[in-house]
């Protein structure tokens, strides 16, 4: 064991999987023994902790942990004070934000937060949704939801406030969306504290990096390619380029080589188009990070 460790919370649930996913291509292996909180991973200077994402954010603040993954929604939930080291955009199904939204059975008569006046509202997000009714001017008893919160309307309650990423589960049980109360993001927080600390907010910047760099190239690939000079202009204004393409010399001085970053969905349509404008030696090759 380091003599120096940073504390990390690693989110149980939902976000488990696609955490250690995300730090996998980021170059850290994390493993989580059967019946065990603290996850292994091969990085001496780090301690892991399996934590609910719902509390991440209070033990980050008061110290218990040096920093932690969780969303944005549970941050405001709970309100504690930490400091946003950066913004991860994943979740357990895609990568895109989740979303809290406000949502009634198909038959029911509400159509607006106006009409919530006086109903039962169930959720796990008590907070966020009594700041919602607030900003709406609106007066509801807001209950706690242990669970299963789509089941719960029109017996158990007149309305819930659930997150969803597809609305498949919603639609599953009959439930419209009538309003989105807060879309949200997954981020790396940590301590106030800790991260005053220089080698702790040194090592979290690390983190953040490489983290940052995986998902920044989701959905990216590289090609290059050999161009005779006089094809070049034509070759590169069919390149929708993620940044600007290299072109570097070859032995031959009427070739020049040509190397870029494109979206992996373009290919199909641009590898056809590359080649009739005189590109030749074509060659796609993956992505694992992209370090602006």
């Known amino acids: 064991m380091s003599e120096r460790v940073l504390k ?10 696609a955490t250690a996913e995300l730090f996998k291509k980021a170059g850290y292996s994390i493993k989580f023994p059967s019946r065990s909180y603290y996850p292994e991973i091969d990085d001496a200077e780090i301690e892991c902790l399996l934590i609910r994402a719902q509390e991440m ?13 969780t969303g944005h929604d549970w941050v405001l939930e709970t309100n ?45 997000a008590v907070g966020l949704t009594k700041t919602y009714l607030d900003r709406h001017g ?9 669970g299963a919160t789509e089941v719960k309307p029109p017996r158990l309650a007149d309305a819930i406030v659930e997150v969803t990423e597809t609305g498949n589960s919603l639609r599953a049980n009959n439930l419209r969306i009538i ?43 590289g090609l290059m390619m050999n161009v005779r000079r006089q094809d070049l202009p034509t070759i590169l204004s069919r390149l929708p380029a993620l940044q600007q393409p290299t072109v570097s010399s070859l032995s031959d001085p009427d070739w020049v080589d040509v190397n870029t970053i494109v979206n992996e969905a373009y290919v199909r349509t641009i590898i056809p188009a590359l080649k009739e404008a005189g590109a030749r030696g074509i060659v796609e090759y993956p992505i694992n990070k992209i370090i602006d």
């Open 80 to 124: 504690a004070d930490v400091v946003e080291v950066c913004e991860l955009v994943f979740s357990k199904v895609s990568r895109r934000p989740v979303r809290w939204v406000l949502c009634v059975p198909n038959d029911s008569p509400i159509r607006s937060a106006k009409d919530l006046e006086g109903k039962r509202i169930a959720t796990e």
């Open 179 to 221: 309003d989105e109360v807060l879309q949200s993001t997954t981020r790396l927080i940590a301590n106030k504290t800790a991260h005053a600390d220089e080698w702790k907010r040194s090592k979290l910047q690390t983190i953040s990096l490489m983290l940052q760099s995986c998902l920044a190239a989701e959905g990216k690939v």
């Open 138 to 146: 609106v007066t509801a008893k807001v209950e706690f939801s242990w």
């Open 57 to 69: 954010a209070r033990y980050v603040e008061q110290g218990i942990l040096d920093a932690g993954i």
């Open 8 to 17: 990390l919370g690693i989110p149980s649930g939902s976000l488990q999987e």
